[in-house]
């Protein structure tokens, strides 16, 4: 697990900090580390286990057969809590953003965020977390999964100095992330414990936490920030609900399709 995040880590920060360096907005190199977890997993996966190994692993990026409602929770959950999070403000005097549509100019969009947020999960949630969780129980290893999901992005900060952040906007950048990794974490265990292993339903939840925003107009950057502290806010809020309703840290594994994870 050690050298799994090592060099998911390490070949990663070798292209990002590069690229945020030099600001290029070479659209390869920006999203060219976003596949090195999966690649990384397989291949450690093929050293320990050989080629049974790595279908295993991949079998849980097209698992699809499950319950209509994890997919509802995968994708509509995060699009709904966006949604909340844009309407709060307004009886206070904030206006709420004008759609941006643009129709089937976003699909192309959508299917590549597809693609690249499976090259995180069947790392992070696909390899990692299952053995963590053997370790470590479930509620340990999805903090350690999310802590670990938001160190691997932290060269991107990097990139909101440079834009011209204070020291304390970017300390306030990396708090609000850390939140909502961890948030996230937790939430995405739940979807992938109950699923059978999907990860293929966690990469949707990964892609559905954005996707809102891609079909709005939001000019106002005091309100995308009022916005993203409210988005953390209720995140944090599901993330304890599904502790305390499903009993995450004593029974969610227990209750969880087991898998059998090679190595």
Same mark, same amino acid.
């Given at each position: 697990?050690?050298?799994?995040?090592?060099?998911?880590?390490?070949?990663?920060?070798?292209?990002?900090?590069?690229?945020?360096?030099?600001?290029?907005?070479?659209?390869?190199?920006?999203?060219?580390?976003?596949?090195?977890?999966?690649?990384?997993?397989?291949?450690?996966?093929?050293?320990?286990?050989?080629?049974?190994?790595?279908?295993?692993?991949?079998?849980?990026?097209?698992?699809?057969?499950?319950?209509?409602?994890?997919?509802?929770?995968?994708?509509?959950?995060?699009?709904?809590?966006?949604?909340?999070?844009?309407?709060?403000?307004?009886?206070?005097?904030?206006?709420?953003?004008?759609?941006?549509?643009?129709?089937?100019?976003?699909?192309?969009?959508?299917?590549?965020?597809?693609?690249?947020?499976?090259?995180?999960?069947?790392?992070?949630?696909?390899?990692?977390?299952?053995?963590?969780?053997?370790?470590?129980?479930?509620?340990?290893?999805?903090?350690?999964? /999310?802590?670990?999901?938001?160190?691997?992005?932290?060269?991107?900060?990097?990139?909101?100095?440079?834009? /011209?952040?204070?020291?304390?906007?970017?300390?306030?950048?990396?708090?609000?992330?850390?939140?909502?990794?961890?948030?996230?974490?937790?939430?995405?265990?739940?979807?992938?414990?109950?699923?059978?292993?999907?990860?293929?339903?966690?990469?949707?939840?990964?892609?559905?936490?954005?996707?809102?925003?891609?079909?709005?107009?939001?000019?106002?950057?005091?309100?995308?920030?009022?916005?993203?502290?409210?988005?953390?806010?209720?995140?944090?809020?599901?993330?304890?609900?599904?502790?305390?309703?499903?009993?995450?840290?004593?029974?969610?594994?227990?209750?969880?399709?087991?898998?059998?994870?090679?190595?």
């Amino acid at each position: 697990m050690t050298t799994f995040y090592i060099l998911a880590f390490a070949l990663a920060w070798c292209i990002k900090i590069p690229v945020v360096l030099s600001n290029t907005n070479n659209f390869a190199l920006r999203l060219l580390p976003s596949f090195l977890p999966a690649l990384t997993a397989l291949v450690i996966t093929a050293i320990i286990a050989g080629p049974r190994g790595v279908g295993e692993l991949l079998k849980q990026a097209g698992r699809w057969r499950v319950s209509p409602v994890w997919y509802l929770v995968a994708l509509i959950g995060p699009m709904l809590l966006n949604l909340l999070a844009l309407i709060l403000p307004i009886p206070f005097g904030w206006t709420f953003p004008s759609f941006a549509f643009v129709g089937i100019l976003l699909l192309p969009k959508i299917v590549v965020g597809t693609f690249f947020s499976l090259g995180e999960e069947l790392g992070w949630r696909g390899f990692a977390l299952p053995r963590l969780q053997s370790y470590y129980g479930t509620l340990t290893a999805s903090l350690l999964v /999310g802590l670990l999901w938001w160190g691997w992005h932290l060269p991107e900060v990097m990139a909101a100095a440079q834009a /011209g952040l204070t020291w304390q906007q970017s300390a306030g950048l990396l708090g609000r992330d850390l939140v909502l990794d961890l948030a996230a974490s937790i939430l995405m265990t739940w979807i992938y414990n109950r699923s059978g292993h999907s990860v293929l339903l966690t990469t949707l939840f990964h892609l559905s936490i954005g996707l809102l925003g891609q079909f709005l107009a939001i000019p106002n950057p005091p309100y995308v920030s009022l916005v993203s502290v409210l988005l953390n806010v209720l995140l944090c809020l599901a993330a304890i609900a599904v502790l305390v309703l499903t009993r995450l840290t004593s029974s969610i594994t227990k209750k969880a399709v087991t898998t059998e994870v090679p190595g």
